[in-house]
């Protein structure tokens, strides 16, 4: 199957995550998807097929004859998409030869180089959007896609020589659980990637390191007209809570290194009002002087309205690989090799996000992160370009290679 028509039927899969659910994967109709994958991956005859308990499903391209004792190394991508946008009923539109100007998606909606100044590199290429009401999926089907369409090729062409490889698709990694049960020890990788990154040539082995924030304001509610001295409004004190954050420190406002606090929803009445946070920095210091300001802010509000009006819930969700990775130097190396094989300028830059990687790399498994060529993740703007997933492919294609050396 070609590497279009496969990222194509990927995204006509309903997919998305649910932060809110107690099961694990969090939406069953994440499984279909990956039940597809594993039939897909016998079909292809690929071995140690299995999808397990908990939804990940996993296989492996068998060394080249003489070349058993090679490093084995893993590529793993996710199938769930972000619970931001509805990722139902997908209808791609594909634009060839690309002229360099304003995409229109739907009759309301565009796509504008102003606001997305990076879609000027893309001039001449294929390119794969929404038509403006969904989220596309290519974060992270086009990872999934270039990583089936590599295993393909590998198994068709004997010729090309290389160690064991294992592939691996995760559930849930938009909500931060992608690899609370991963079975790194099953997975029997020494090294592995993340095909997970965005624009053409990503090369990415620093994260944040990310934490949760969920804010609980119990209110007390008495009738407007007599409620001097009375009344605690809860949507007031979460407005005040967020109000005692640094705007400055806000995802538009930061860029490159600098962390945030990101408002990602608000809900209640006078009585009862909830309020949730992520929070981000590269620095470990930085991220837990954040985790303490709010803290203190709880604190202060609780100190003013009374004690546990105000609850905070704070959870780690992952740290910066970079630690765990630097120690091996060769899995950097071998990754800049590959892509300036395959004709791609590598771009070392911090990723303003996690991946599965971060916390595979902390669980014994270092794993940086490939670009896929999908742009705009996470809303009705993202898209991805085809030539820049064949690249990607081609690069783990050349990886595959360069480990059997």
Known sequence: MELKERFLKYVGFDTQSDPESDTYPSTAKQLVLLNYLVEEMAGLGLADIELDANGYAMGTIPASPGYENRPVIGFIAHVDTSPDMSGS????????????????????????????????FYKGHTLITT????????????????????AEYLMQHPEIKHGKIRIGFTPDEEIGKGVDFFNVKQFGAKFAYTVDGGFEGELEYEN???????????????????????????????????NLL??????EHTEGYEGFYHLVSIRGEVEMAYSEYIIRDHSRAKFEEKKRFIQAAVALLNEKYGENVVKLTLKDQYYNMREMVEPYPEVIDKAF????????????RPIRGGTDGARLSYMGLPCPNLFTGGMNFHGKYEYCSLDTMHKAMQTILNLAKLWAE
């Open 337 to 348: 090799q590959a892509m300036t094989e395959a004709g791609v300028q590598p771009i070392v």
């Open 89 to 120: 009923h997908i209808n791609p539109q594909v634009i060839e030869n690309y002229d360099g100007k304003d995409i229109r998606l739907n009759d309301q909606v565009t796509m504008t180089v102003s606001d997305f100044p990076e879609l000027a």
């Open 246 to 251: 640094p705007p400055c420190q806000r995802p």
């Open 208 to 242: 944040f390191n990310a934490a949760s924030a969920k804010i609980e304001v119990q209110g007390r509610n008495i009738h407007p007209g007599y409620a001097k001295d009375k009344m605690i409004n809860a949507l007031q004190v979460v407005n005040e809570l967020n």
């Open 131 to 150: 038509d403006g009401t969904t989220l596309l999926g290519a974060d992270d089907k086009a990872g999934v896609a270039e990583i089936m369409t590599a």
